[in-house]
Nanobody, 120 residues
Framework: QVRVVQSGGGLVQAGGSLRLSCEASGSFTSINDMGWYRQAPGKQREAVATITSGGTTIYADSVKGRFAISRDNAKNTVDLQMNSLKPEDTAVYYC??????????????WGQGTQVTVSS
């Protein structure tokens, strides 16, 4: 069993900052990619930022220069620092961990989601 637990988020004014954190725990061999995704009302879930186990990052164009993703492989954690927030960043944010097992197989596990609301 794998648990992916998120923390952080909340309500902030435009221009403010928030930090999201996520930890994966359970029985597995390793974690490949970790990432943050978001889903706004009436829209599809989209990738915000991802990071490989080697530290390679990819950002959505809409958040480049404002958000920063980081991870701690020893702790199986990933954080998302969000600066210069805009009302259009309002969404439910989800953490994803791509978990690898010794006997083979790679599975995606999702966090519970956390609301981020940016007021104008």
């Amino acid at each position: 069993q794998v648990r992916v637990v998120q923390s952080g988020g909340g309500l902030v004014q435009a221009g403010g900052s928030l930090r999201l954190s996520c930890e994966a725990s359970g029985s597995f061999t390793s974690i490949n990619d970790m990432g943050w995704y978001r889903q706004a009302p009436g829209k599809q879930r989209e990738a915000v930022a991802t990071i490989t186990s080697g530290g390679t990052t990819i950002y959505a164009d809409s958040v480049k220069g404002r958000f920063a993703i980081s991870r701690d492989n020893a702790k199986n954690t990933v954080d998302l620092q969000m600066n210069s927030l805009k009302p259009e960043d309002t969404a439910v944010y989800y953490c994803k961990a791509e978990v690898k097992y010794t006997l083979g197989g790679v599975f995606n596990y999702w966090g519970q989601g956390t609301q981020v609301t940016v007021s104008s």
